[in-house]
């Protein structure tokens, strides 16, 4: 496999090198190449859980009614203004007019209301769905007004309505987005060979099509960190977004690349099956959290690009409190209270998905857990066993996962979620901030929040990632920030 790997990358090189400087030239500047280490399971965000999905197509197929920018602001998108009740549970959006679908279909209110009505409907599939079922009415004053009325206060709306899981579907098309997506954005599918790439042409019929540089987009999948760097340095590749940090020093230096390290709102944990014996006591969780060296597990996964963390929330977010102590590092104690909890051997499985973090992470955690008595089993599995396996069905013990959402605190009292945390204590907390209006009392809560999710280790909180983009130097408008893991296309020209 190595020996085609490389015939293939010689091959490229030598097509190239049969190209005029000039045709090159033009090669480059109609076109672009992106990477990605995961490929998505299809092409609908509404449908699935894996993030590889937002990444092709928000903001580039399908659009939101508002947009998270690089820096976490929200400004418009496909509402191009809004009003909020002084309650805070009244949105009343002033849509765009002249917007169409990339089948011609019209885009307004009673779109957007279908939409909404879909993701939080009966057969939703929508990770967020509690978002959309929590909404009381959803109405279309008329072609270009629509009003949300939520059922509970959310200080987070307008951000939550410019991530993937809200796109904006026209009601014909809807069922076979995950093959043949329709969206109102300015690219549309042009092919997918699966298990190698996926490719995007411009739209001609898109509101602002002259202002989008880049005619055609592709992305290719590489999982392997060694091709990652083969792909770039080849040129076969012209930005890898969210690159295996260990690539980096290759790049610092060299002039023809631009090398940026964004800052996240992830947080990267070894994720507990709250329900699985002796997982479901509490004392066996706080021996994992105090086995393991967070900042060994930053080197080792993250080649140093991460900060720790004590809970499900990452420093920068409003109302972060440090919660790093709760359960430090402290290998005594762990077999302490392993031995507290009747615990003389113990036996886990650690199931990794393919990202390097995971498994790079998974060795050495398993090593720390050795040393307080806990053997701890690797086991690799692709994206589609971990996300059928693990998220769907709950069939593990420990897992290594970046929960990449900004917001997502909301998932601790999801019932039936993957991890089997139920806290009626975390439920009325966690209400209790959602139906408070003033922000002083709202951080207070948030931090109640997090000392709760730290003293219960309901996982083990491991750190907040920082996302290394490494790219073609003349590459133009990559996202140095990443509040939510979008590629967004529109934005990239060539210098």
Known sequence: MKRRSLLTHSASLAALATLPPAALAQKRKDSITLAMTLEPPGLDPTAGAASAIAEITQYNIFETLTK????????????????????????????????????????????????????????????????????????AVDEHTLVIVNKELDPDFLFLMGQATAIMVEPKSADSNATKPVGTGPYTLDNWVKGSSISLRKWPGYRNA????????????????????????????????????????????????????????????????????PLDDVRVRRAIAAAIDRKAVIQGAGDGYGSPIGSHYVPGSFGYVDTTGVNAYNPDKAR????????????????????????????????MLQKVGINAKLQNVEWAQWL??????????????????????????????????????????????????????????????QKLLAEDSVHAFLYQPQWVTVA???VRGLWKDMPVFVNDLSALSWA
Do not use: C
């Open 336 to 367: 302490a209270l392993l031995k507290e909890a009747g615990i003389t051997s113990l036996e886990l499985t650690i199931t990794l998905p393919p990202p390097p973090y995971a498994r790079q992470g998974g060795e050495v955690i398993a090593s």
């Open 68 to 139: 998270i920018n690089a820096d976490g602001k929200v400004t418009p998108l496909l509402a191009v203004s809004w009003e909020v009740s002084p309650d805070l549970r009244t949105y009343t959006f002033q849509l765009r007019k002249g917007v169409k679908f990339q089948n011609g279909e019209a885009f307004n209110a009673q779109s957007a209301k279908f939409s909404l009505d879909r993701a939080g409907g009966e057969k939703s599939t929508n990770k967020d769905k509690r978002t959309f079922a929590s909404m009381d009415t959803v109405r």
């Open 210 to 277: 002259a202002n989008v540089k880049i005619p055609r987009a592709s992305f290719r999948f590489i999982a392997d960190p060694a091709a990652q760097v083969a792909a770039l340095l080849a040129g076969d590749v012209d930005a890898f977004p969210r690159v295996t940090p260990r690539s980096v020093p290759q790049f610092k230096n060299n002039p023809k690349f631009q090398v940026l390290a964004s800052g996240s709102r992830a947080k990267t944990i070894l994720a507990i099956n709250n329900k699985k014996k």
């Open 472 to 474: 073609n130097k003349n």
């Open 388 to 449: 059928s396996g693990v998220y769907g069905n709950k069939n593990y013990d420990l897992t290594i996962i970046s929960h990449v959402e900004p917001f997502d605190l909301g998932n601790f009292s999801k019932p039936g979620y993957y991890w089997n945390y139920e806290s009626p204590k975390f439920n009325a907390l966690y209400d209790k901030y959602k139906n408070t209006p003033r922000a002083q009392d709202r951080a207070k809560l948030l931090g109640d929040i």
